[in-house]
């Protein structure tokens, strides 16, 4: 069952919240979960757009382990997305998501609570147009997924990436493009996989390219 409302107002700025209820047939085990939603989003301003999500409530935990149960947790996903144009020949962008997951109380074997998983993505983009034909773009992206082995079977990992682009663009159709792109993943250096300050990132591929590309017409 969904139970929405949207408001729009000027400045294409806009609220919007939601009420569900769900069911679920986990290995055999029926597990009901309700979720409560609110999302915002404005450009009330040419230079600035906003946009939020935020979803909490009680989810089934499709990933348990086959030594526990199905069961539902208490779970919150948020999101942020915000866009800055200071300038007709720049733009600046800052994005992040987070999901996560804890027990509820009575959980099998669990006193109290306990956090079942923490998973973050965030990304960074900047970008220039210096003129018509050349730009420059710089992208640092970032993920890491913190979970617990007893009441998750994901793995634990966390990644991240650089990415640094400048274009040049010879003439509509034909262009050339020189990049630079750095990995780091993280590698586990103690055995306790609950340890988060066990996990360090280093550097795992790193690249220099030279692209021309040139559009056909027949």
């Known amino acids: 069952m969904r139970f929405p409302f949207q408001l729009d107002m000027r400045g294409r700025t806009a609220f919007f919240v939601r009420h569900v209820e769900s069911y ?6 029926g597990l009901r979960g309700r979720l409560d939603s609110f999302n915002a989003s404005t450009e009330w301003w040419q230079w600035l757009t906003i946009s939020e999500t935020l979803d909490y409530g009680t989810f089934p935990n499709f990933q348990t382990p086959s030594s526990r149960p199905p ?3 208490r779970g919150l996903i948020g999101t ?9 020949a720049s733009q600046f962008g800052v994005s992040y998501l987070y999901n996560g997951l804890r ?5 099998v074997g669990i006193e109290g609570t306990a956090a079942i998983f923490d998973h973050h993505l965030a990304r960074a983009r900047v970008s220039y147009q210096f003129t018509r034909e050349l730009s420059l773009r710089t992208i640092v992206d970032y993920e890491g997924f913190l979970s617990n082995p007893e009441l998750v079977t994901n793995a634990r990992r966390k990644r991240l990436g650089i990415d640094v682009l ?18 780091f993943a993280a590698t586990p250096t103690s055995v306790d996989a609950n340890d988060d300050t066990s996990e360090q990132l280093v550097l ?3 690249r220099i390219f030279l692209k021309l590309s040139r559009r056909l017409h027949f």
């Open 80 to 88: 942020l997305d915000v866009q800055i144009r200071p300038t007709p």
């Open 103 to 107: 027990t509820q109380p009575g959980a």
């Open 166 to 183: 400048l274009t040049y663009l010879v003439r509509p159709g034909t262009a050339c493009y020189v990049g630079y792109t750095d990995g």
């Open 71 to 73: 069961e539902t947790a």
């Open 204 to 206: 795992v591929g790193r």
């Open 24 to 29: 679920d047939l986990v290995r055999g085990v």
